[in-house]
């Protein structure tokens, strides 16, 4: 090993997915394995993105991370396997102009530094740990050189969070729950990459950043054990819609498509009002938004926009294509108006062209962020569909 | 028949009842039978009740309706196979002093005048409809001399709107669903009376008098069609909770008792949830109630308080006794405070000796309205327990 002043660092960044086919409840709460399959869409990483730097040097004496800059503690479980995954598929790794050389079984001694940044609310139901943990694996396998692909990298992310394993791909995402029990089986394929249906366009509403008050993990175990739909739910209905939503993103079936993701969302959420205590994820103003969705859908005769909401109030909402997009975000401000002295670049952050499209002239152009340094974000995970972000004012 | 000029008169009040396994889905639209059988418990007519008078006079040319002093049309197929039903039954009555005597086939011809008025919001999920057609049957049976019993009444009343037949008995009610295709066998059974169970103290939340956006025939229609969670919840879910809940109540378990109603509660909302498009019957509000019930019961070990919600945000609350009741008032004040010029003696009916218990003096004694004249109520529908309604201020 070279002397101790080195430090080898890779940067990386991950986008966040949402699941349109939902994974709500585990087999194995170790393992973290799924009593279903589960299908997601990953987001443009420009706007809802974990940013993770690691770093290895022989003068760190313990494995320390800091969360959006703050440190926070790698002792759980779901991180030391996540490390004793990656280190057990560490490779040789040289790097002469730095001087730098670390042997296969060098990695065992020595220790990382994470630091970690998501540019969204964590914990708000905005999937944070799963682009935390996929970025996590992500980062560390490069810097590592684990020669393993994304396939195999994703049931290492799994550990660290279930849908974590969907975000090492981008376009649409298939979690396969597996039957094995090593959960050796139970990882993320890609269905179709990002380019083939990229007139989709996304916008989420942010009906609140604060923190959920019941953990994923939590709510999840409540309903495994509590809940008398739950299993019906995973046995009988997710297969048949996970065959359905394949065909249909194969197709590129809005109507069936927006039908199943609306349908299951819904599903979801009616699980967690049968578990005991019950969970309640949505609020008035997602149920408003459910409304004016379905009613704006019913009276076009043919779905505009599907919803979903993840174990939170803030709706992803998927519009058919840019037009639908500029309507909805119409309706949005229309139904929900922002306060006479908001700032519309605050309110509003995405793809300003479309609200120019939407006759909405008071925007700036914004320069947008420079990239962070040495990024190593694999080709998959690159831009899928714009996103647009509309604050809490209501 | 007697001369043109008479009028003979019956008054009757009828409470409504909540249900504690709750009926949500029909097998048969027109004959109204449900895809599970459903227990409820009958409500202290004092606060929550239907009065209607039903008037015979050779002078009528028409059956005609009034209801909370409005004319409405009885041409709808409910209405009429109430009177149909009823009218079959009729018998021969004789009014010697009056002069009135009335054939038996003389019901045929013969034209009825209804006036029914609520004490409570209509069609606010407080179960209007459930009371008005039980009491419009039963007053029709008295009108008419008809010899059935509440039993076969109430198999009348299901025609009209299925909860309506619960309402016939006072206590613990039992709506055997039944396997007649013909709906003979669907009919309700008085599993207690009202003193088997009297210390239970019910407490109700008015948290909206509005009026629902999706009526419970359109919802519970749209149920059955679209939520793939319905039948397994009616097949599978029910008839175990039906049994649970018989024990529970033969036994006054209480603990039982709550877990059960609040369950099937949080079901019968998961399944609207679960359809397609989704009906929310509850708001942010009743997320509340329900928030602040299940951490008290959850900080005393024991459940104090179960709740229930129909198809409307407003909560029914069922003490454990009247400390227990006591106790609730006083969180009620404390989590929804009336506005300072709220007059307690609107923000709160009922009892006002347990207001007393909780401390709260500015209450002045009302008098207590004086009874409609000539009231036939079975025996069965007397006071069940006291009843609370805090109006809607939040």
């Given at each position: 090993?070279?002397?101790?002043?080195?430090?080898?660092?890779?940067?990386?960044q991950?986008?966040t997915?949402?699941?349109?086919?939902?994974?709500?409840?585990?087999?194995?709460?170790?393992?973290?394995?799924?009593?279903?399959?589960?299908?997601?869409?990953?987001?443009?990483?420009a706007?809802?993105?974990?940013?993770?730097?690691?770093?290895?040097?022989?003068s760190?004496?313990q494995?320390?991370m800091?969360l959006?800059?703050?440190?926070?503690?790698?002792?759980?479980?779901?991180?030391?396997?996540c490390?004793?995954?990656?280190?057990a598929?560490?490779?040789?790794?040289?790097?002469?102009?730095?001087?730098?050389?670390?042997?296969?079984?060098?990695?065992?001694?020595?220790?990382?530094?994470?630091?970690?940044?998501?540019?969204?609310?964590t914990?708000?139901?905005?999937?944070?740990?799963?682009?935390?943990?996929?970025?996590?694996?992500?980062?560390?396998?490069?810097?590592?050189?684990?020669?393993?692909?994304?396939?195999?990298?994703s049931?290492?992310?799994?550990q660290?969070?279930?849908?974590?394993?969907?975000s090492?791909?981008?376009?649409f995402?298939?979690?396969?729950?597996?039957k094995?029990?090593?959960?050796?089986?139970?990882?993320?394929?890609?269905?179709?990459?990002?380019?083939?249906w990229?007139?989709?366009?996304?916008?989420?509403?942010?009906?609140?950043?604060?923190?959920?008050?019941?953990?994923?993990?939590?709510?999840?175990?409540?309903?495994?054990?509590?809940?008398?739909?739950l299993?019906?739910?995973?046995?009988?209905?997710?297969?048949k819609?996970?065959?359905?939503?394949?065909?249909?993103?194969?197709?590129?079936?809005?109507?069936?498509?927006?039908?199943?993701?609306c349908a299951?969302?819904?599903?979801?959420?009616?699980?967690?009002?049968?578990?005991?205590?019950?969970i309640f994820?949505?609020?008035?103003?997602?149920?408003?938004?459910?409304?004016?969705?379905?009613?704006?859908n019913?009276?076009?005769?043919?779905?505009?926009?599907?919803?979903t909401?993840?174990?939170?109030?803030?709706a992803?909402?998927?519009?058919?294509?840019?037009?639908a997009?500029t309507?909805?975000?119409?309706?949005?401000?229309?139904?929900?108006?922002?306060?006479s002295?908001?700032?519309?670049?605050?309110?509003?952050?995405?793809?300003?062209?479309?609200?120019?499209?939407?006759?909405?002239?008071d925007?700036?152009?914004?320069?947008?962020?420079?990239?962070?340094?040495?990024?190593?974000?694999?080709?998959?995970?690159?831009?899928?569909?714009?996103?647009?972000?509309?604050?809490?004012t209501?």
């Amino acid at each position: 090993m070279a002397e101790k002043t080195w430090v080898r660092m890779v940067t990386a960044q991950t986008p966040t997915n949402i699941a349109v086919i939902k994974y709500w409840g585990k087999r194995d709460e170790t393992l973290i394995l799924p009593v279903n399959d589960s299908i997601s869409v990953t987001l443009d990483p420009a706007h809802l993105c974990t940013i993770t730097t690691v770093a290895v040097s022989p003068s760190f004496d313990q494995d320390r991370m800091w969360l959006n800059g703050k440190e926070i503690s790698l002792s759980g479980g779901r991180y030391q396997n996540c490390l004793r995954e990656i280190r057990a598929r560490a490779c040789e790794v040289e790097d002469k102009e730095k001087g730098i050389k670390i042997a296969k079984n060098d990695w065992e001694k020595l220790h990382v530094h994470v630091a970690s940044y998501n540019n969204f609310p964590t914990a708000a139901g905005l999937a944070s740990s799963a682009a935390g943990f996929a970025c996590l694996v992500f980062a560390l396998a490069k810097l590592m050189k684990a020669k393993e692909d994304n396939c195999e990298l994703s049931a290492i992310a799994r550990q660290g969070s279930g849908s974590a394993c969907r975000s090492l791909f981008g376009g649409f995402v298939k979690w396969i729950m597996g039957k094995a029990e090593d959960g050796s089986d139970s990882l993320a394929v890609q269905l179709v990459d990002e380019k083939h249906w990229d007139e989709l366009v996304i916008i989420i509403a942010v009906v609140s950043s604060r923190q959920k008050e019941t953990s994923s993990t939590t709510g999840m175990r409540d309903s495994v054990e509590t809940s008398l739909l739950l299993q019906h739910r995973a046995k009988e209905v997710v297969p048949k819609r996970i065959k359905q939503m394949e065909e249909a993103i194969k197709n590129r079936d809005f109507g069936s498509f927006a039908q199943l993701t609306c349908a299951d969302s819904n599903q979801f959420h009616a699980v967690c009002l049968d578990t005991c205590p019950p969970i309640f994820y949505m609020n008035d103003t997602s149920h408003r938004i459910i409304s004016c969705v379905e009613k704006w859908n019913c009276s076009e005769g043919t779905p505009q926009v599907a919803y979903t909401f993840d174990a939170g109030p803030n709706a992803v909402l998927i519009a058919h294509n840019r037009k639908a997009a500029t309507q909805l975000i119409q309706k949005l401000l229309f139904c929900f108006p922002p306060s006479s002295d908001a700032d519309l670049n605050s309110y509003v952050i995405g793809d300003k062209s479309i609200l120019k499209d939407a006759g909405i002239e008071d925007i700036m152009d914004v320069e947008a962020l420079p990239p962070p340094p040495e990024i190593k974000g694999c080709p998959e995970m690159q831009r899928r569909c714009e996103l647009f972000h509309l604050y809490e004012t209501w």
